[in-house]
């Protein structure tokens, strides 16, 4: 059988992949704004969806692109469907990638992001005080304290003793002086006050008066660290001798010790939290005792920039085909890890932790991988990312498929793999997967212009189509390549984006020339023509009650595509 028409030139019309939109132009856009893009940790802010060029009401919908590691959408983003949202409060530091989708009365699907970076509060903004200094004196000895603050602005300080029994000299200023005869505990507190605005914050630390001649230890070292980065505790010793002896311990809380015996020892953590350590020293000369703890808080480590995994297009593939696949991954990170899998297929995968393995088809239909990226960086911090990939076995040369309508008949089709192949290996993971079942034609246009599209909404969806199945990733645009937009094609459509086809496709039961790909225009990829069944087309649209929505023709009644199934490959002669 020849093929039917020509490669024509024309005015390219607009197929929208996901919103059932005509073959039309469309400047609908989103803008996705915020009251700010950086945001203080442990604060909110707006997001807002402006849509314009379309055809009013809009309909909006946000979601969570991307995030910092363990961040859930629920914790930032519990409202999805207004065109203004709250997004917050933000508890982990890094970047926050948000998407609307915005849809408007014709149908049109236009998208927009917007990156928020949460950031930790400025220094010279935080009106904090802590107190620095020991935390075990003797009694007779002077210990010296200061008050340590990143606030920027004039303030002074005022120093007490809040329980117990000591002296402090001077009781103004930066730093004192505490003195006590007497053992037991002692709280030490600060007043800082801003001296332009009188505003007070306060800090207190307990402090262990000990004997002048008993055993003391203390921990030193920095108590904060982050995710898998390595600190160093010391044991420090007041009125030991030199024969002493260390048992480092965790009490609670996450990460490990290394050198548990030694007076120094190194604590790291991969999990975040806080961290109770212990060290008893013993001093092996008259063996005298003392124990010290020490709370260490593991902060979140940087967090890996979200990034995208390229895998290769849907490709046709035969049963026992030994096949490379390659992962590209856009980051400037080095440590990455691969690993593949098989969603169904059951292929053999020789190594699924390359990032370019060869794949054996095992399969007379679709082979569905899915690759995930685990990236590191140099703080610790990962972050995965995956794609999906569709192997599609096909044996012969002009492969059918058969569109089962309900009340209406057979709709068959043959399929031009010789000159679409990703197009026709699109398709055909959706009909093996049996993802067009109980879908609809939810479009259909008569007269001089001759459409039937299909391939997005459940029959649930008529007569308002709100919510559209979810589709695989969108493919490159073959329409150059392709047949023309003839009476009987079976063709892709897609978004103004040459290459954002995904699940949608339309019929064409008129001549639609225009819409063919030539050197100027992308043109909308025809993949198959229809061999039985152009009757049925016909009759839906000639039967099926439409309402005209701002130029655009949708069907009233549920239209229901029971069934897209391959026909069984014709044996040779």
């Not at 959408?73 to 998407?99: K, M």
Request: glycine letters at 6%; a negative charge.
């Amino acid at each position: 059988m020849s093929r039917l028409g020509v490669m024509a030139t024309g005015l390219i019309l607009a197929f929208v992949q996901v919103s059932c939109t005509p073959p039309k132009p469309t400047d609908l856009e989103v803008t996705a704004v915020a009251t700010q893009t950086e945001v203080v940790q442990g604060e909110s802010l707006e997001l807002q969806a402006v849509a314009s060029k379309g055809v009013d009401p809009y309909i909006y919908r946000w979601n969570l692109h991307a995030a910092p590691s363990g961040v859930d959408q629920i914790e930032v983003l519990s409202e999805l469907t207004s065109q203004t949202v709250t997004a917050g409060p933000f508890g982990t530091l890094g970047e926050y990638d948000f998407r609307v989708m915005a849809t408007d009365n014709e149908g049109f699907t236009a998208y927009d992001f917007i990156t928020i970076t949460v950031i930790e509060r400025a220094p010279g903004d935080v009106f904090e005080v802590s107190i620095d200094g020991p935390v075990t004196v003797i009694t007779g000895e002077p210990a010296t304290y200061s008050a340590q603050t990143t606030y920027a602005h004039d303030v002074e300080y005022e120093w007490f003793i809040a329980s117990g029994e000591a002296d402090l000299d001077p009781t103004t200023g930066e730093t004192t002086t505490l003195t006590t005869e007497t053992e037991g505990d002692v709280t030490l507190q600060i007043i800082m006050r801003d001296i332009d605005t009188g505003e007070e914050t306060t800090a207190s630390l307990n402090v262990e008066v000990r004997p002048e001649d008993e055993l003391i230890a203390t921990i030193t070292g920095e108590t904060t660290t982050t995710q898998g980065a390595p600190i160093e505790l010391t044991a420090e010793v007041v009125n030991g001798s030199d024969d002493l002896s260390f048992a480092w311990r965790i009490v609670s809380g996450p990460g490990g010790l290394e050198g548990d015996d030694q007076a120094t020892v190194t604590f790291t953590s991969p999990e975040t939290g806080e961290t109770i350590i212990e060290v008893e020293v013993t001093d092996n000369e008259d063996q005298d005792q003392a124990i010290a703890q020490a709370t260490i808080t593991i902060e979140e480590a940087e967090p890996v920039e979200p990034f995208t995994v390229d895998v290769d297009q849907p490709t046709l593939v035969t049963q026992g085909q030994a096949i490379q696949v390659t992962a590209t991954v856009e980051t400037e990170l080095e440590d990455l890890t691969y690993q593949w899998r098989a969603e169904s297929g059951d292929p053999d995968i020789d190594d699924p932790t390359s990032f370019s393995p060869t794949v054996t088809i095992n399969t007379d239909t679709t082979t569905h991988l899915v690759v995930e990226v685990t990236a590191t960086n140099e703080a610790g911090s990962q972050r995965t990312e995956t794609a999906d990939l569709f192997l599609v076995t096909l044996e012969e040369e002009e492969p059918v498929v058969a569109f089962e309508v309900e009340q209406y008949g057979t709709i068959r089709v043959r399929l031009t793999p010789d000159l679409t192949p990703i197009t026709v290996a699109n398709f055909l993971s959706y009909v093996d997967e049996q993802f067009y079942d109980g879908l609809v034609f939810h479009r259909i246009e008569t007269g001089s212009f001759g459409v039937v599209q299909g391939g997005a909404y459940p029959a649930e969806e008529v007569p308002d189509y709100q919510n559209v199945k979810t589709p695989h990733a969108p493919i490159a645009n073959e329409a150059q390549t392709a047949l023309s937009n003839l009476r009987g094609t079976l063709a892709m459509a897609r978004s103004n984006a040459p290459d954002s086809a995904t699940s949608q496709f339309y019929f064409n039961t008129t001549d639609n020339t225009q819409l063919d790909g030539t050197e100027n225009l992308a043109g909308y990829c025809v993949f198959g023509e229809v061999i039985e069944g152009l009757e049925v087309l016909d009759q839906i649209s000639e039967q099926v009650e439409t309402e005209n929505r701002n130029g655009l023709n949708f069907a009233l009644e549920a239209v229901i595509i029971t069934s897209v199934r391959r026909e069984p490959a014709t044996p040779a002669p």
